[in-house]
């Protein structure tokens, strides 16, 4: 095994977006990511376990720690430490992996909790934010699944399938852009930029404020609904009919949950604004063989409460908006944003600081996921691995200070699942569960 080339550079600065994500992470509002994968049937653990030593080697973010450096600011270097993969076993039915908050400064920013009861196996993959976006994220996984795979049918995996190049890892968070298209688009960015110093968005329900040194052991909290294969169908089909996306159609149903809800709970005002933060790829061709790292970005959509009286109406106002969004490159104004904000007094952990809240829900749609693994499936779409089969597929973004919920909407064997997790410290699992109920029953199934 070639070690040298897969161990990072000492001393490699981050990007303007990990220092962010960085920065962003608390005791209390820890800034990891998670994604859950339940077996039912038999795993090997021995060559899971395997199957991730062998993969993540080539992605050398996930065995790095990050330190200060006096002259070049927070820089990453490899931890030397072994991959932490925990496996337990118990009897209780139905039990998972229970995550502890990654202290990045001391530690890779990446786990694996492995539980195996009698109801099968669950998997949690646990990433700091500043390592990696969510589909560097899946992709790792979708590796982790194809060689392990291979293992268990007696095959050898393929040695670095995707010739990942560490090289390339400066080009992570680069987006693309230039002064010819800063000022082609300058008016578009400048009302961005006006969008996210002067609205202040507000949160779901009020919220206390928490000290945010204050340790939270049970901040990873989430629920899960999922349509079955003829509703998911029917939810593709009239994002067809009205000539607009899956992604415009989850933001449409997501500010009419929140309005609805609002309204039922007493906490609807009519001149707030309402904010979902959504992630934006910055992923470009040169960008296909970089290993796990964050290659994207953040946009924002504001609604008022009025905007959400008619669905139609605002179904295509949402349309216009994301198309505008993507034609005229709004993906650039949040960097732009950080990068100026970081050669201000006190930084990008001052402007964190000084908003409670930033967004009052994130959305993340990570499609159809595993569709395109070269994996025997059931006849229902699942993945067959030897005697296992992957049941069920859970991701989660991190919650923030004031962004009391964060939507997963992901399409695995045909079917439309929606992760919520939900800050427990200012929403009861009561409340969670109304709110995504809402979301499922906004249309006849």
């Known amino acids: ?79 030397s430490q072994p991959v932490f993969i925990r496996h337990v076993k118990t009897q209780t039915i139905s039990t998972e992996p229970i995550p502890e908050r990654i202290d990045i400064f001391n530690e890779s920013g990446f786990k694996v909790y492995i539980a195996e009861n009698s109801d099968g196996y669950s998997i949690l993959f646990q990433f700091h934010h500043v390592v990696s976006d969510g589909l560097g994220e899946m992709n790792l996984i979708a590796d982790i699944l194809t060689d392990y795979n291979d293992r268990i049918n007696g095959k050898i ?33 400048a009302f961005t930029t006006n969008q996210l110093l002067l609205r202040t968005p507000s949160p779901l329900m009020p919220c206390i404020k928490r000290d945010l040194n204050e340790p939270d052991q049970n901040y990873y909290q989430r629920i899960a609904i999922e349509l079955s294969a003829e509703d998911t169908s029917k939810y593709f089909a009239s ?31 009519r001149r707030a604004w309402l904010r979902i933060t959504m992630p934006m790829s910055l992923r470009t061709e040169l960008h296909k063989r970089i290993p796990a790292s964050n290659n994207v970005t953040m946009v924002f959509i504001d609604r008022r409460r009025a905007a959400c009286s008619d669905a139609d109406k605002l179904l295509q106002g949402i349309s216009r908006e994301t198309n505008w969004i993507k034609r005229t490159e709004q993906k650039h104004v949040l960097l732009l944003s950080l990068q100026i904000c970081n050669f201000l007094p006190g930084g990008i952990g001052r402007i964190l600081r000084t908003r409670e809240c930033r967004a009052t829900a994130v959305l993340s749609n990570l499609g159809r996921v595993f569709e395109s693994l070269q994996l025997p499936k059931r006849s229902d779409g699942r993945l067959m691995l030897g005697n296992a089969v992957l049941e069920e597929v859970d991701a989660s973004p991190p919650i923030r200070l004031g962004t009391l919920i964060s939507i997963s909407a992901l399409t695995y064997s045909n079917r439309l699942r929606l992760i919520l997790r939900y800050d427990a410290k200012n929403m009861t699992q009561d409340k969670a569960g109304q709110f995504l109920q809402t979301i499922y029953h906004l249309h006849d199934k």
Request: with cysteine; glycine share 4%.
């Open 239 to 269: 994002a067809k009919l009205n000539n607009v996306t899956i992604n415009d159609l989850l933001i449409r149903d997501l500010f009419l949950a929140m309005n609805k809800c609002r309204d039922e709970w007493g906490y609807s005002r």
């Open 1 to 79: 095994m070639e070690n040298n080339k897969n161990i990072i550079p000492n001393s490699l600065p981050l990007t303007i977006f990990e220092k962010y994500m960085l920065l962003d992470d608390s005791l209390a509002y820890p800034m990891d990511s998670f994604r859950n994968l339940r077996f039912s049937g038999s795993l090997n653990i021995e060559l899971f376990e395997l199957s991730i030593l062998s993969v993540v080697r080539f992605h050398p973010l996930l065995n790095s720690k990050i330190r200060y450096d006096s002259r070049l600011g927070y820089v990453w270097e490899d931890t």
């Open 157 to 189: 995996p393929q040695e670095n399938p995707h010739d990942l190049d560490l090289s390339l890892l400066k080009l992570r968070g680069s987006s693309g852009l230039t002064l010819k298209k800063y000022f082609r688009y300058f008016i578009d960015t």
